[in-house]
DNA sequence: TAAGATTGAGCCCTCAATCTTT
DNA sequence: AAAGATTGAGGGCTCAATCTTA
C-alpha cells in the first residue's frame, strides 16, 4: 500500500506550519502549567483564581454576572457553575442588582480577598517564570500586539478586550 | 468597609499585564473557536484530530503511544482514553509492537487517513482565518521564536518540542 | 524497580432547555 | 421576543491505581 504522507504540508508552508505548532503546544500545555501550580498551593482552578482576581480588582469588588464572563473570556453558563462552587466555599456572594431585577451581582466577600491576596504571589511568580521571564521586554510588547490582532478575529465584538492597555 | 483594589498589579507593570491578559484570552478562546469548526465539519474534537494528523505524517502512519502522545503534548493517559474512541470509530488500530512487548502503536487506518484528508482543509482555512492571517510574515516567525521560548520553560526536556524546524 | 500503557472515578465544561424580567 | 441567568445531562480530562514487560 502506497503511502501518501503530509497532509498538513499540502496547505501550509513550512514557516506558516512551525508557528502553528508551537502554538498548539503552548495552548496546550500552558493551561496544565498554570493550574498544577494553583492546584496545589492555592487549591484552585485558573479559572477560579482569575474570577476572583477579576472581582479582587473591580469596584466595591463587585460585577455583574454578564461583566464577569467578559472579563474571564467566558461563557455565562460555566461562569455560574463555578460561581456556584466558589459561593459554596465562600469566597463569593451573590446579589440581587439594584437597578436591574433580570441581573445578578458576584461580590467577593472579605475570605474571597484574603484568598486572592495569598494566592497572587505564588501565581504571579509561575506566570514570570512559565512566560514572562523567557520573553525579552520587546518579546513582551509584540506578544501584546500579535495576541490583539488575533482576540481581533476570535471574538470581533471585542467584548473579551482586556481591560488593561496596549502599552 | 475600605476597599484595597489592584491585588495584581502590585505584582506585574502595566505592560506586562496587558501581555498576559491577552495571552490568557488567546488560550481560553482559541480552543473552543478550533473545537467548533471541527464538531461541526467533522465530529472531530481538536485533539482527536491532532492525533489522526500526526499519525499521518508518521512512516507507516504508524507511532507508538509514547511517540505519539509527546507529538499531541499530551498523556499517555489522556491519548489511550482518545485512542480508544478512535478506535471505535475506526479511525486507528492498535497494534503490538514488534520489538517490544510493552509498546503498543497506534496506526492510522484506511478510513482514518480519509477522514484527515477530508477533514484537514476546513481546519486549515480555520487556521488561516483565526490565526495566520491575523499576523504579518514577520510576526508568524516572531511567534515561533516566542513559543519556542515559552515551550523550554514548560517543558524544559524538550519533548513536546515540534518536529517542524524554526525556519 | 522502572517503562509503557490502560482503566475507572471524579471533576469540570459544553450544550440545550428552562425560567424570569424587560 | 430578547436579555440575563441558571440548571442538568452528557462527554472529555485528570489523577491515582493497576497491570505487564524489561
Redesign the interface.
Known amino acids: 500500500m502506497p503511502?501518501?504522507?503530509?497532509?498538513?504540508?499540502?496547505?501550509?508552508d513550512?514557516?506558516?506550519?512551525?508557528?502553528?505548532?508551537?502554538?498548539?503546544?503552548?495552548?496546550?500545555?500552558?493551561?496544565g502549567?498554570l493550574e498544577a501550580q494553583l492546584r496545589r498551593d492555592a487549591d484552585l482552578t485558573h479559572f477560579e483564581y482569575?474570577a476572583l482576581?477579576m472581582l479582587?480588582?473591580?469596584?466595591?469588588?463587585t460585577l455583574q454576572m454578564t461583566a464577569l464572563a467578559r472579563r474571564?473570556?467566558?461563557t455565562l453558563s460555566r461562569l455560574s457553575h463555578v460561581v456556584s462552587r466558589l459561593e459554596e466555599r465562600g469566597f463569593v456572594a451573590r446579589e440581587a442588582n439594584p437597578e436591574n431585577a433580570r441581573a445578578t451581582n458576584a461580590r467577593l466577600t472579605a475570605a474571597g480577598?484574603r484568598k486572592?491576596?495569598a494566592s497572587?504571589?505564588g501565581h504571579?511568580t509561575a506566570?514570570r517564570?512559565?512566560?514572562?521571564?523567557?520573553?525579552t521586554?520587546q518579546?513582551?510588547?509584540?506578544?501584546?500586539?500579535?495576541?490583539?490582532?488575533?482576540?481581533?478575529?476570535?471574538?470581533p465584538s471585542g467584548a473579551?478586550a482586556?481591560?488593561?492597555?496596549?502599552?
Open positions: 503511502y501518501d504522507r503530509f497532509v498538513t504540508t499540502r496547505w501550509l513550512q514557516t506558516e506550519l512551525a508557528a502553528w505548532t508551537r502554538l498548539i503546544a503552548v495552548v496546550e500545555l500552558l493551561p502549567a482569575y482576581a479582587s480588582e473591580a469596584p466595591r469588588r474571564t473570556n467566558s480577598y486572592v491576596v497572587a504571589p504571579v506566570v517564570e512559565l512566560v514572562l521571564d523567557a520573553l521586554p518579546q513582551v510588547r509584540q506578544l501584546t500586539r500579535m495576541a490583539d490582532a488575533i482576540l481581533e478575529r476570535l471574538d473579551m482586556s481591560p488593561y492597555p496596549v502599552e
